[in-house]
């Protein structure tokens, strides 16, 4: 989405409180905004991070010239995942060893013409390249980033549309041309603008159904049966990050190329997606299990995957663009689509509790909620009774509030042993070293995954 423009009338721009602001540019040290860095890949080294990116303003004078529309971007980030080096095409896979310390972005562009989106390897590459949050964008790191970028081969297999070459420099190769186009949109995004990112844990099973599902996404860009059209409404980088979300049973699929009508109103939005995830993994009510029923999506996913959208760990990171810059202007927007502001004001209080922006206040919340939910627990007989749930209906009920208590009970012993590894008292006294390839603890499930302290590349 990276040119994407939301119509004037639903859209409002993003008002961040200077308090509020205060605080997320605190956070943007030598961790690029991310206060849990070194504690959550610990506890979560399988994780997915959609990121929400406002408009980029180039200044003149520094390569080509580039800005986009106001509705942002969004790319995808995934903890535990790698790129396959030698495919020569944009593919991933689980990584083989030290799952807590890798991962690839995933971004899509209006520029591609056979591929969906493309692969950057490791975290701090794409936000910042070859420089460091505090450092200053110069010709000269702008420059090293790109050169960087090409020798990783981010866009090794990668087709452009035509019309991106007609303004190409004189003098400059395709190839120079293509990551020009790419950079601070594609990698090394916090060169040129701000990003909200809503992170979420996986399981293994869960991750590896995401890969699947992104890889099968490109594959008839890859073998040339189709042509990759972007489309605001219908295909644009958020279409990517919500689907693969869906995957793994985060909420229902989003359809791609719907009809113009069907799309205009239910198309995604960069920092709405960023905001509708943090609801989605942190605001379910729990207390109402009839309801919780009835969403089939989450029914579907409890008994046959078991697991639950809602889960401690789901947390919100927020970074400026890089402040020191000779290369981009540094005060750019994103909007929401949203005619009656709620997304505003479901931001400014998600943007304002620690409970959705602090590891240690996020899983001594879901403590508690679990606790309560399992003091507070109803017979099933009582739902059946009060919310009209017929007898054709009431064993698939029954299995459904059965399995759902018992994740609950299964989660809430989960979290006290996070908390106890997080503040360093794990209850056997063991230990804490991960399995190489399995990213699994001896003796612990796999929701209670853990390593040593260390941060994603």
């Known amino acids: 989405m990276a040119g994407m423009t939301a119509p004037a009338p639903a859209a409002s721009e993003a008002k961040t409180s200077p308090l509020m602001m205060v605080g997320l540019m605190a956070q943007a040290d030598k961790n690029g905004g991310d206060r849990n860095k070194d504690s959550y890949a610990a506890l979560f080294p399988f994780y997915a991070e959609i990121c929400a990116l406002s408009e980029i303003n180039k200044k003149p004078g520094f390569g080509v010239e580039f800005a986009s529309g106001f509705g942002g971007?969004?790319?995808?980030?995934?903890?535990?995942?790698?790129?396959?080096?030698?495919?020569?095409?944009?593919?991933?896979?689980?990584?083989?060893?030290?799952?807590?310390?890798?991962?690839?972005?995933?971004?899509?562009?209006?520029?591609y013409k056979n591929a969906n989106w493309v692969a950057v390897p490791g975290k701090d590459f794409l936000f910042y390249g070859t420089l460091t949050p505090t450092d200053t964008v110069?010709?000269?790191?702008?420059?090293?980033?790109?050169?960087?970028?090409?020798?990783?081969?981010?866009?090794?297999?990668?087709?452009?549309?035509?019309?991106?070459?007609?303004?190409m420099p004189a003098g400059t190769s395709k190839r120079d041309h293509m990551y020009e186009l790419s950079i601070s949109t594609d990698?090394?995004?916090?060169?040129?603008?701000?990003?909200?990112?809503?992170?979420?844990?996986?399981?293994?099973?869960?991750?590896?159904?995401?890969?699947?599902?992104?890889?099968?996404?490109?594959?008839?860009?890859?073998?040339?049966?189709?042509?990759?059209?972007?489309?605001?409404?219908?295909?644009?980088?958020?279409?990517?990050?919500?689907?693969?979300?869906?995957?793994?049973?985060?909420?229902?699929?989003?359809?791609?190329?719907?009809?113009?009508?069907?799309?205009?109103?239910?198309?995604?939005?960069?920092?709405n997606e960023f905001v509708n995830l943090m609801q989605r993994t942190n605001d379910l009510d729990l207390d109402d299990v009839a309801a919780l029923y009835?969403?089939?999506?989450?029914?579907?996913?409890?008994?046959?995957?078991?697991?639950?959208?809602?889960?401690?760990?789901?947390?919100?990171?927020?970074a400026p663009v890089m402040p020191k810059n000779m290369i981009y202007e540094t005060?750019?927007?994103?909007?929401?689509?949203?005619?009656?502001?709620?997304?505003?004001?479901?931001?400014?209080?998600?943007?304002?509790?620690?409970?959705?922006?602090?590891?240690?206040?996020?899983?001594?919340?879901?403590?508690?909620?679990?606790?309560?939910v399992s003091a507070q627990r109803k017979p099933v007989s009582w739902y059946l009774d009060h919310h009209k749930i017929g007898p054709q209906e009431a064993e698939d009920f029954r299995a459904f509030y059965e399995r759902y208590y018992d994740y609950i009970e299964r989660q809430s012993t989960t979290i006290e042993s996070q908390i106890a590894m997080l503040n360093g008292t794990p209850a056997d006294g063991r230990p804490l070293v991960v399995g190489a390839s399995s990213g699994t603890l001896p003796g612990i499930p796999t929701s209670d995954i853990v390593a040593p302290a260390a941060s994603a590349p």
């Open 187 to 271: 990698y090394a995004v916090n060169f040129g603008r701000d990003r909200y990112c809503a992170r979420v844990p996986m399981q293994r099973e869960q991750m590896q159904r995401m890969v699947a599902y992104l890889n099968k996404l490109n594959e008839p860009y890859r073998d040339r049966k189709q042509v990759f059209h972007w489309n605001v409404l219908g295909n644009n980088c958020s279409h990517m990050t919500h689907n693969a979300l869906a995957a793994a049973g985060i909420w229902d699929e989003i359809g791609v190329d719907q009809p113009f009508f069907i799309a205009a109103f239910d198309f995604p939005v960069p920092k």
């Open 73 to 111: 971007h969004s790319v995808l980030y995934l903890n535990g995942v790698c790129r396959v080096e030698d495919a020569g095409y944009p593919t991933i896979k689980l990584c083989d060893r030290d799952v807590a310390r890798q991962g690839v972005g995933l971004s899509v562009n209006d520029h």
């Open 331 to 372: 005060h750019p927007r994103l909007i929401f689509y949203d005619p009656l502001g709620r997304y505003q004001r479901a931001f400014e209080a998600m943007m304002s509790d620690p409970r959705y922006l602090d590891l240690h206040a996020n899983l001594d919340y879901f403590a508690g909620l679990y606790q309560r």
């Open 138 to 167: 110069t010709p000269a790191g702008y420059q090293r980033t790109q050169a960087k970028a090409m020798h990783m081969g981010i866009l090794d297999g990668i087709e452009f549309h035509k019309r991106y070459f007609a303004d």
């Open 294 to 318: 009835r969403d089939t999506g989450l029914r579907r996913n409890l008994m046959l995957h078991d697991t639950l959208p809602l889960r401690a760990g789901a947390l919100a990171d927020a």
